[in-house]
């Protein structure tokens, strides 16, 4: 069993954890950068939840 293997079975179990800490990442990325990259940040965000098998979450209107 690999480490990605590992971490999607753990991601199933703390789903509700592992969004805050990739929500708490992307928002991290957008101070650092000052907002300037904000769409590429929320679009690694969703590929990496993506290849974790995170589920989908609705879309959020912008803020």
Request: no cysteine; glycine share 10%; proline share 4%.
């Given at each position: 069993?690999?480490i990605?293997?590992?971490?999607?079975?753990?991601?199933?179990?703390?789903?509700?954890?592992a969004r805050q800490v990739?929500?708490?990442a992307e928002?991290k990325?957008?101070?650092?950068?000052?907002d300037?990259?904000?769409s590429?940040?929320d679009?690694?965000?969703r590929?990496?939840?993506?290849s974790l098998g995170?589920s989908?979450?609705?879309?959020?209107p912008?803020?």
């Open positions: 069993m690999g990605m293997d590992k971490l999607k079975g753990l991601i199933g179990q703390h789903e509700d954890k990739s929500d708490t928002k990325v957008n101070e650092r950068t000052g300037k990259y904000t590429q940040a679009q690694a965000q590929r990496a939840e993506g995170m989908d979450r609705p879309e959020q912008p803020t």
